[in-house]
């Protein structure tokens, strides 16, 4: 039956909440022709800009757009710019400062899209291309089946083994909490200091002041919080910050 | 003469300051043929990553991925991301905010590669392959033959037209003043409200502080600042920020 309402919610967003999309507008206006610009061109446009947190607050991917980021989201690219991502911060925290050893060097990491990935969820999804159903995906998250993001893990532990406390700050909400558990440790994850979620309190805050007000807690226990890794850049804006942040690729969707 | 010690520096870091790169590494060690990537997943990786800000501090674009990087900065794909930036930004202005109409709402842009555009420079200079030389550079901006970069111009005059004052603040020194001006109006823009180089007194600032310090003296001055437009990372960190900034690709240089 939940999963009927699913099926309807997917095609009642298909058929009524998607407009015709800005490429197919442009191109009948035939503004973009002067470039003589492809398909692809335009959604890695639309990629990049995401990235760059030049396009924010969008609902969905654009229509014409969720093959593209559909493709990019399951390639070996996206893959390799993980990687990338991951091994800076291995460097910087192999190179770059030394720990006080005294309990108090501090490490954030996301869950979603950072620890697990939700790219299982959003294949079923359109891949972004349907607004969010958060009951549809909190009862997949329910299922704790989501896998690690490819090499998270490795760093995870490598942080982990340096000395460093890890917290969890995560948007998702403390009904999830055992299932995230369950999840995390399913795939690997264990030895964190903190499972950061969201309280009753923080229900009418946006993300990005609910993760700064968790820096701000750590700050004011005494933590130097040396990173952030996160795949949204509403993880590391406003005070405090850390020393470092480390923006893994997500063009899936956005949190303000 | 001065052609000829160019040519000699350009030489001397292709010969003796390149060393094999990571990748030529890592493929002997073999440690990246797990996901049997290319060169272009490597060198994308590479490009994203410092578009993420994740890769900080380089001093030359790797070796091995110039071709991929001079590619990208001349291809159509860099204009398409550019068009798509600045149409955010036109979206931003539109949209957003109310001006007070006091001439206090202020913008800020970057100059090189958000308004003049140094590719025609790295082009004969390995596209970022090669260490900068500062003095090669300068002589070349001194000409002040740089062509804008694809659509800024339109932006540019888009906020202007709005009665916004514009500042432009450059890591260019002030010996390069009448060049910048030259250059500037010879391409199309002018009537800014101040164009703000570098003084003898910001010589051992890093131009993240140094622009910062900037934006403090105009917000002191009783300007709002409303955005920035840059193509460096460090043309927006440190306090005070803007309401918005947009970020333009560039993965030809580092400025810290």
């Given at each position: 039956?939940k999963?009927?309402?699913?099926?309807?919610?997917?095609?009642?967003?298909?058929?009524?909440?998607l407009?015709?999309?800005d490429?197919?507008?442009?191109?009948?206006?035939?503004?973009?022709?002067?470039?003589?610009?492809?398909?692809k061109?335009?959604?890695?446009?639309?990629?990049?800009?995401?990235?760059?947190?030049?396009?924010?607050?969008?609902?969905?991917?654009?229509e014409?757009?969720?093959?593209?980021?559909?493709?990019y989201?399951?390639?070996?690219?996206?893959?390799v710019?993980?990687?990338r991502?991951?091994?800076e911060?291995?460097?910087?925290?192999?190179?770059?400062?030394?720990l006080?050893?005294?309990?108090?060097?501090a490490?954030?990491?996301?869950?979603?899209?950072?620890?697990l990935?939700?790219v299982?969820?959003?294949?079923q999804?359109?891949?972004g291309?349907e607004?969010?159903?958060?009951?549809?995906?909190?009862?997949w998250m329910?299922t704790?089946?989501?896998?690690?993001v490819?090499?998270?893990?490795?760093?995870?532990?490598e942080?982990?083994?340096?000395?460093?406390?890890i917290f969890?700050?995560?948007?998702?909400?403390?009904?999830?909490?055992?299932?995230?558990?369950?999840n995390?440790?399913?795939?690997?994850?264990?030895?964190?200091?903190?499972?950061?979620?969201?309280?009753?309190?923080?229900?009418?805050?946006?993300?990005?002041?609910?993760?700064a007000?968790?820096?701000?807690r750590?700050?004011?226990?005494?933590?130097?919080?040396?990173?952030?890794?996160?795949?949204?850049?509403?993880?590391?804006?406003?005070?405090?910050?850390?020393r470092?942040t480390?923006?893994?690729?997500?063009?899936?969707?956005?949190v303000?």
């Open positions: 039956m999963r009927n309402l699913c099926f309807f919610l997917l095609f009642f967003s298909l058929f009524n909440g407009a015709l999309g490429w197919n507008i442009l191109n009948q206006k035939g503004k973009n022709n002067k470039l003589g610009i492809s398909l061109n335009y959604c890695e446009s639309w990629r990049i800009n995401v990235e760059l947190n030049n396009i924010r607050g969008f609902d969905v991917v654009p014409e757009c969720v093959e593209y980021i559909g493709k989201m399951t390639s070996t690219q996206y893959k710019d993980l990687e991502a991951l091994e911060c291995t460097l910087f925290v192999s190179t770059n400062f030394v006080k050893g005294d309990g108090k060097d490490w954030i990491f996301d869950i979603d899209d950072t620890l990935s939700t299982p969820y959003y294949k999804h359109s891949f291309g607004k969010l159903n958060m009951t549809c995906l909190e009862r329910k704790s089946k989501a896998p690690s490819a090499y998270t893990l490795d760093l995870y532990n942080i982990k083994g340096r000395g460093i406390k969890l700050i995560s948007s998702r909400g403390e009904l999830l909490r055992d299932a995230t558990i369950d995390l440790v399913n795939v690997g994850y264990h030895g964190w200091t903190g499972l950061i979620l969201r309280g009753l309190e923080d229900a009418g805050k946006n993300v990005q002041s609910y993760k007000e968790q820096r701000k750590l700050k004011d226990d005494g933590y130097r919080i040396w990173g952030i890794v996160g795949d949204q850049w509403s993880s590391f804006e406003g005070a405090p910050s850390a470092r480390f923006k893994l690729p997500n063009s899936l969707y956005y303000a």
